[in-house]
């Protein structure tokens, strides 16, 4: 990672909140960086109304490039804290937005893509059928989503990432997301955290002073806390094995493992209780391809973070039988 990163703006002053951002990175990587905005022909849906013409198609175009102009002039004039000239570009793409940016992000390998999680509106999110749920579904390059601001972004602000939280589940599916995030990790020498949620059996109403549960036996309550000690111990293992892997140099690289019905609310509560800076999680893991974003743990942990989240879709030639 680092050789280009790509900054989609739709022209609102949220979906700059990815800049800084991606400015901090593209002086730590040394990596080129390049914005792009998509112009979407208005003739593919009013093409039939007496009211427009290809006047007006081309002054959309213009106004796209314009844009575009003004916001590189803006990087360039950042001074000593900006980026070279000849590393920075921009690009007026035609179509689709969510397929021109992946498109155009692919031809010219890009290695990272940085955007707000929502743009154009009084901070709405438009999250089913958005451009950053599109993408998702469709890239296979790393995203990182910015949560944007009600104030202008300040191409100055230097962004850093002290703690790095990387959820896992045990799958070599959601293990992807190591290389991009350790990538992150190593080039803001951040602490990373690798997660592991796993699910209790044991009931919520179990008494551990009278080692009762209503209406279940003492035989089956033992049973359940057995498994309950065997996941456990087994995450653990799991997560200390691939830390030893991982750790080189100077960077920390700690586990930590909880129990939770529902892994997004875990790592939402994780990555806040304990400060982290940025999340990186993978789109699937167990359950194969067939899973995708909607109702998804990614999905939900980008939905609810208040902090930057790497997401990677993993790559696969198999689907889980679990599917």
């Keep these: 990672m680092g050789r280009s990163i790509l900054v989609p703006l739709d022209g609102s002053a949220a979906a700059e909140h990815a800049l800084p951002t991606a400015l901090s990175l593209a002086r730590r990587f040394g990596a080129a960086l390049q914005i792009v905005h998509v112009h979407v022909p208005v003739w593919g849906s009013y093409a039939e109304g007496e009211w427009y013409d290809a006047i007006t198609d081309r002054e959309l175009r213009e106004n796209g490039q314009a844009y575009l102009d003004t916001v590189l002039q803006r990087l360039a004039s950042v001074g000593e804290n900006s980026l070279s000239e000849n590393s920075l570009s921009s690009v007026l793409l035609e179509g689709s937005v969510a397929g021109a940016i992946n498109r155009h992000a692919v031809a010219t390998e890009v290695d990272l893509i940085v955007m707000t999680t929502h743009g154009r509106g009084p901070m709405a999110r438009f999250w089913l059928g958005s451009v950053a749920d599109s993408l998702m579904r469709q890239t296979s390059i790393p995203v990182l989503f910015v949560q944007p601001q009600e104030t202008e972004a300040q191409l100055t602000q230097e962004s850093v990432f002290d703690r790095v939280l990387i959820p896992l589940d045990g799958s070599e599916l959601a293990e992807q997301i190591l290389k991009p995030g350790m990538d992150l990790a190593t080039a803001m020498q951040a602490e990373v955290t690798l997660l592991r949620v796993v699910q209790q059996f044991t009931p919520a109403s179990y008494d551990p002073e009278s080692n009762r549960i209503s209406g279940l036996r003492s035989t089956s309550l033992k049973q359940l806390q057995d498994i309950d000690r065997e996941e456990w111990s087994r995450a653990e293992e799991y997560l200390d094995q691939l830390a030893a892997r991982l750790r080189s140099g100077a ?5 930590r493992v909880v129990s939770h019905i529902r892994p997004a609310t875990a790592i939402l509560d994780d990555a806040s209780s304990n ?30 973070a208040t902090m930057p989240v790497l997401v990677y879709r993993p790559t696969a030639e198999f689907v889980s039988a679990e599917d």
């Excluded at 893991?285 to 609810?304: E, Q």
């Design 251 to 255: 960077l920390s690289v700690q586990t």
């Design 275 to 304: 400060g982290a800076d940025l999340v990186a999680v993978a789109t699937q893991g167990r359950g194969g391809l067939k899973r995708w974003l909607v109702g998804s743990v990614a999905d939900k942990v980008v939905r609810g």
